[in-house]
């Protein structure tokens, strides 16, 4: 079991920059695979970026690719996600999540536990 806490969100313009962070508590944070994925009113949750168990295999899904960085301090048990460039469509409730191996990490359903999740709004 492990407990997923998200922080960070909020609102600011176009073109500006968030720095999302998950905070993990109970079994090794070091044993999982962490993703942050994003969910707008009336739409599916999406793949946003994940990071491997040391940090070193990253992936992003195309939107974000060269705005967005995923990383991960295993000593401290936190996932971060900071955010350049964001756009009125980066808008959702951006969740943290925690999986088990290496396969499909785009996959919401191979996440096994989630935090609450983080507002971000983008104004244009």
């Known amino acids: 079991q492990v407990q997923l806490v998200e922080s960070g969100g909020g609102l600011v313009q176009a073109g500006g920059s968030l720095r999302l962070s998950c905070a993990a508590s109970?079994?090794?944070?070091?044993?999982?695979?962490m993703g942050w994925f994003s969910q707008a009113p009336g739409k599916e949750r999406k793949f946003v970026a994940a990071?491997?168990?040391?940090?070193?295999?990253?992936f992003y899904a195309d939107s974000v690719k060269g705005r967005f960085t995923i990383s991960r301090d295993n000593a401290k048990s936190t996932v971060d996600l900071q955010m350049n460039n964001l756009k009125p469509e980066d808008t959702a409730v951006y969740y943290c999540?925690?999986?088990?191996?290496?396969?499909?990490?785009?996959?919401?359903?191979?996440?096994?536990?989630w935090g609450q999740g983080t507002q971000v709004t983008v104004s244009s």
């Open positions: 109970g079994r090794t944070f070091s044993g999982y695979y």
């Open positions: 999540a925690a999986k088990f191996g290496v396969l499909r990490v785009s996959d919401t359903t191979r996440y096994a536990y």
């Open positions: 990071i491997g168990w040391s940090g070193g295999s990253t």
